[in-house]
């Protein structure tokens, strides 16, 4: 073979041969399928097609498809095929299997509870300890046994129905299990259980007393230093029903009285146990009346602040007087000494809210200054006022605690209300609830608001109004200064042209002639700006935009002195600034032709995003005197002194570059 078929060939890795290497492979490992050869015996058979097997280093899970042989727990196989990722950790899809016999199954692992939570021996048979708390159907022949483990509880689902199970509730057991557990998305576990497949791996190792026969205890001595170790054998008390709710809680008032103290001889000896009330979880609801008298079993458990019976069976029960509630202050709801007991605040208590919770409703009460939480389990809302003063009744719940020194101290506790009769109005909320005030000073608040509006309209209205009758005050002065100028100022000027007209028919002295045509030039030139100053009094209306009206007045000056147009596009200014700049275009084109003896003027137009230029510029002879002196006007001269004060009044700057013989060029700057 060359050297180039050995270098293209690949060699395949070795296989997995032990279960070890298989459970603890990093799961991109295999999800690369890496082959397996392992040899281990079956501790567990899954209906589904599941195997579980163990070696001497550790248990896997193996997978067929699309089927299985019919495999027993014991046998020895060989297995071959390829690792796969798993739920919780790899296993293996099967290709191919060899039963090589049967013998014993793997042995079992002692474990305790942490040993299944942190998954230490998941997937294989382990021997477990613990004290049988329920035995209930889990699907068609098939049981879940609860197993107390400690201060834990565990399930071991059972592939046998309960029928067929002996006496196992209150009896301490010994199981052989395979470990298994609920495993989420994440590949992690989030609970425990355990697997059997019949009741020949369950053994009782101390059986159970039955309920009937087991001494009526105190409450008050549950869990009391001295007792057996946990978990602890079911106990029986006797007491009055004060309240039972659909989800298979009951509280009962315990009638048992306390042992007396051992010692009463000396002065120091503490007062005598209370007999308290005690909360109790059924294992299925029961029917029970408050008043009766009942005798329960259950496990003493500690749930919250004083001891309770959990996984609970009602014996037997006699018909009892309605119980009373015992009259509680403040201090004394909230010290712990009547948890589990049903109290009546002596103080009122003003209810503040109430909302659905899971289980019915929940109640923000407000008494003496103090919060307190109660709770309805019931399914209509309480037919109450917010802000009504009421009397409480209800079952007290001391719902968290906190550790000073050596004692836990109750930190906060609620009511847990039996039915609505347990709150008693004792007056009626005042008209003005803060929700009402609340909607009250929204509206105001309103109100205001679209009086401000209203007012703020008016004001832009009449502020329009004002402009508005300003506009036409303006307009109507401007028409009768027009028609002042029209019907005497301008009529005398036409009837002093007509009599210069005359004056030139007549035989005269050149000299005389000369003076008659100047005076006759000047006249007419005095008509047209008569005209214009007319014509621009009365366009007020629809103002021409700045370049037209700057072409209007070339046009107009065509008539005395050829005018340029250099008008770019500007953005639109105000109709008071187009005019201003119209004017002083104007009195610029007259200087001009009045005084520098131009023979053509340059009117440009044009504009950046910041500032617009106007420029106007002649050929004309210019000027050589001060420029500061010539610009600011001299007697009896106001035209520049006029285009300084229409620039100030646009907020625009004007200036004269001039020399002798170069002509006169006057710029306007403006900002936009």
């Known amino acids: 073979m060359s050297l180039h078929g050995f270098a293209g060939a690949q060699t395949p890795p070795p296989p997995l041969t032990r279960a070890i290497d298989i459970r603890t492979l990093p799961y991109e490992r295999s999800l690369e399928k890496p082959p397996v050869d392992l040899t281990a015996t079956i501790g567990f058979v899954e209906s589904n097609g599941t195997c579980f097997v163990q070696d001497a280093t550790a248990g896997t899970h193996l997978h067929f498809r699309p089927g299985r042989p019919g495999l027993r727990v014991g046998d020895r196989v060989q297995v071959k095929g390829t690792a796969m990722p798993g739920l919780y950790f790899p296993g293996v899809d099967v290709t191919a299997l060899s039963v090589l016999g049967h013998e014993a199954p793997p042995a079992a692992i002692p474990a305790v509870y942490d040993d299944l939570a942190t998954g230490r021996y998941h997937y294989q048979r382990v021997l477990v300890e ?93 869990l009391q230093f001295g007792t057996a170790d946990e978990p602890h054998n079911r106990v029986r008390i006797r007491g009055t029903v004060l309240a039972a709710f659909r989800d298979g809680r009951v509280f009962l008032r315990d009638s048992t009285p306390p042992p007396p103290p051992r010692d009463t001889s000396r002065e120091d000896v503490p007062e005598p146990l209370k007999s308290p009330s005690v909360a109790i979880r059924l294992t299925s609801p029961t029917a029970l009346t408050p008043g009766h008298e009942a005798e329960i079993t259950g496990f003493p458990i500690m749930a919250g602040f004083s001891a309770s019976l959990a996984d609970a069976q009602v014996l037997s029960t006699t018909p009892g007087d309605e119980p009373q509630a015992d009259e509680v202050s403040l201090k004394e709801f909230q010290d712990g000494s009547h948890d589990a007991d049903l109290v009546r605040l002596t103080t009122p208590a003003v209810l503040n809210d109430f909302f659905r919770s899971n289980d019915g409703f929940e109640l923000r009460l407000t008494s003496a200054g103090v919060s307190i939480r109660a709770f309805l389990l019931e399914s209509q809302a309480p037919s109450l006022q917010i802000g009504s003063s009421c009397e409480v009744t209800g079952i007290c719940l001391v719902e968290s605690s906190t550790d000073k020194g050596f004692r836990s101290q109750p930190e906060r506790a609620s009511l847990l209300l039996r039915s609505p009769a347990d709150l008693r109005v004792l007056s009626s909320a005042p008209f003005w609830t803060a929700k009402r005030l609340t909607l009250a000073i929204a509206l105001l608040l309103g109100v205001i608001l679209l009086t401000l509006f209203w007012i703020t309209q008016q004001r832009r209205q009449i502020t329009r109004l004002q402009a508005k009758i300003v506009q036409q005050a303006t307009l109507d002065e401007r028409q009768r200064i027009a028609r002042e100028f029209h019907d005497t100022l301008e009529q005398e000027l036409a009837g002093l042209s007509l009599r210069l007209d005359a004056a030139t028919t007549r035989p005269l002295e050149d000299k005389a002639r000369t003076l008659l045509e100047t005076s006759r030039s000047l006249v007419s030139r005095i008509q047209s700006e008569a005209r214009n100053l007319v014509s621009d009094l009365r366009e007020t209306e629809h103002p021409p935009s700045l370049p037209e009206a700057l072409q209007a007045l070339a046009e107009r000056t065509r008539d005395h002195l050829p005018v340029v147009l250099d008008l770019q596009p500007v953005p639109p200014v105000p109709p008071h600034v187009s005019h201003h700049l119209r004017m002083i275009a104007q009195e610029t084109i007259t200087n001009a032709i009045k005084h520098a003896q131009a023979t053509e003027i340059t009117l440009h137009l044009s504009a950046t995003p910041a500032q617009l230029l106007l420029r106007i510029s002649d050929n004309g002879r210019g000027f050589v005197a001060d420029t500061e002196a010539e610009t600011h006007g001299k007697p009896g001269h106001f035209g520049c002194i006029g285009i300084r004060e229409r620039c100030r009044k646009i907020g625009a700057e004007a200036e004269w570059q001039s020399a002798a013989g170069e002509g006169t060029v006057v710029s306007v700057r403006m900002n936009l």
Do not use: H, K
């Open 130 to 222: 613990g004290l049988g708390r329920t035995l209930a159907p889990l699907d068609e022949n098939r049981s879940l046994l609860r197993l107390a483990m400690g201060s834990r509880v565990i399930e071991v689902r059972v592939d046998s129905p309960p029928e067929s199970a002996p006496p196992l509730v209150d009896a301490r057991l010994r199981i052989i299990a395979l470990a298994a557990g609920g495993i989420n998305d994440r590949r992690q576990l989030v609970f425990p259980y355990l697997r059997v497949t019949d009741w020949s791996d369950v053994s009782v190792i101390t059986t159970a007393s039955a309920p009937e026969a087991q001494p009526v205890t105190s409450a008050a001595t549950l």
